[in-house]
């Protein structure tokens, strides 16, 4: 069974810091996404990545960015956080036709 | 714009009650759906899929789900709910081939025993 790791399970951050989010997948999968997931919004692709150094933007990718140095892993970076960047963001991973596999999530708190 | 729509946002139900949630889809060409729950404290799970074929669709926990292509919806149903049903469910949709996955928002379940 394939397993999403994230770093963090709840993370506390101020104003302005800058923070990252850490996924890894151990089934060699090409896919990796970020999600965040918000009451009464479900969840919101943020970035995604289909290959080692490539990136493509979801929907949201405003304020973040992120980094894919080796394949099993997949970073989400806060360049500067934000009160409305206060969420739970969901790392996942697939391959070309299986079903996204989610990580546990990291619910982050920027104060 | 490529969305998923799903109208209840709360749902509450006594145990043996039938469930159904409703989704629609708003996509172009040949579409993936999915289903996936999310249980309290838990990550998110797949429940079923449609791909191709038999419209109708049977997951894990006795759910089912039928894809209507003139109505662009994917409901999920279940006969006889239990209170361990519980849970916020998700429905998705990508284009086939494409991996981007778009989620519906939502729907919060809660199953009175």
């Known amino acids: 069974d394939v397993k999403v790791t994230q770093s963090s399970r709840y993370l506390v951050k101020r104003t302005g810091e800058k923070v990252f989010l850490e996924c890894v997948q151990d089934m060699d999968h090409e896919n990796m996404f970020w999600y965040r997931q918000d009451p009464g919004l479900g969840l919101r692709l943020i970035y995604f990545?289909?290959?080692?150094?490539?990136?493509e933007k979801g929907d949201i990718p405003e304020g973040y960015s992120v980094s894919r140095e080796k394949k099993e892993r997949f970073s989400l970076i806060l360049e500067s956080a934000s009160t409305n960047q206060t969420s739970m963001y969901l790392c996942?991973?697939?391959?070309?036709?299986?079903?996204?596999?989610f990580g546990n999530g990291t619910r982050l708190t920027v104060t | 714009a490529q969305s998923v729509s799903q109208h209840n946002h709360h749902v509450i139900l006594s145990e043996a009650a039938s469930l159904e949630l409703g989704c629609n889809y708003s996509y172009g060409g040949t579409v993936n759906l999915f289903w996936y729950v999310q249980y309290p404290g838990q990550h998110l799970q797949l429940l079923l899929k449609y791909f191709s074929g038999d419209p109708l669709v049977k997951g894990i926990k006795g759910f089912e789900a039928e894809f209507i292509k003139s109505k662009f919806s994917f409901n999920l149903r279940k006969p006889s709910v239990q209170w361990s049903d519980t849970a916020e469910y998700f429905c998705?949709?990508?284009?086939?081939?494409?991996?981007?996955?778009?989620f519906g928002t939502g729907t919060r379940l809660l199953v009175s025993p």
């Open positions: 990545s289909y290959d080692v150094k490539m990136k």
């Open positions: 998705a949709a990508r284009s086939t081939g494409f991996q981007k996955l778009v």
């Open positions: 996942a991973a697939k391959d070309r036709d299986s079903p996204l596999h």
